[in-house]
């Protein structure tokens, strides 16, 4: 079975652009998550999407959105971009329906970084 | 609120030998999930093993065991028979009653050979 795969894997965009990333799940699986990895921070989590729905959010500005699809292919964007938006963007996806023991796996990451 | 904590910034270990990773977090829920994830220096994070708070017993996975202490509230990754490929950052994370995952700041293990 293939694994979460993102889309790109690097990025290179300078301030005030916007950027979109890509995620496509695990077969079957119906739950997108985002997570902002930075040295800083760590592991943020900036939103959930289940069924083509927000079911949980992060707590991150408005700049940065997501949507998902009907074949759970989700995507993120992020809107005027600033260089404290460079990072690891890290996708992961679930069944989405066993709650507290739902078990994500994650794809390979976007690493964005703005100059 | 959910918090994790991993008090090991980072590790060694020598080949062929276990290693215990440490972990602790912080809940007021009764029912939560506990989660071991390895990210190499590739980036990507790897599901390694799962512990449920209502499980008796402890979980392994292969060499992966988790050293599950309810009372204590912490959750010690074990990793036997330590091989060049286990060195990466480890990542502790739970999931309670809010479903957001929390992590950890994460552990830096360096396998020598």
């Known amino acids: 079975k293939a694994g979460v795969t993102q889309t790109p894997r690097y990025l290179i965009k300078t301030r005030g652009q916007q950027v979109t990333l890509s995620c496509s799940p695990i077969?079957?699986?119906?739950?997108v998550s985002w997570y902002q990895q930075t040295p800083g921070q760590g592991l943020q989590f900036l939103f959930e999407y289940f069924s083509e729905t927000q079911r949980n959010k992060g707590n991150f500005p408005g700049r940065f959105s997501g949507r998902q699809f009907s074949n759970s292919r989700s995507e993120m964007n992020v809107s005027t971009l600033e260089l404290g938006d460079s990072a690891l963007y890290l996708c992961a996806s679930s069944f989405g329906t066993s709650g507290r023991t739902d078990t994500q796996y994650f794809g390979p990451g976007t690493r964005l970084t703005v100059l | 609120a959910q918090k994790i904590t991993q008090t090991q910034p980072g590790m060694f270990v020598q080949e062929k030998e276990a290693v215990t990773l440490d972990c602790t977090y912080d809940t007021s829920d009764q029912s939560y999930g506990l989660f071991w994830y390895k990210q190499p220096s590739s980036g990507e994070m790897i599901f390694l093993i799962y512990?449920?708070?209502?499980?008796?017993q402890n979980a392994t996975e292969g060499r992966y065991s988790l050293n599950f202490q309810k009372a204590r509230k912490s959750a010690n990754l074990v990793i036997s028979a330590s091989q060049l490929g286990d060195s990466a950052m480890y990542f502790c994370a739970m999931r309670g009653g809010s479903y957001i995952p929390t992590f950890g700041r994460g552990t830096s293990l360096i396998v020598h050979p």
């Open positions: 512990q449920g708070s209502y499980d008796e």
């Open positions: 077969s079957g699986h119906r739950s």
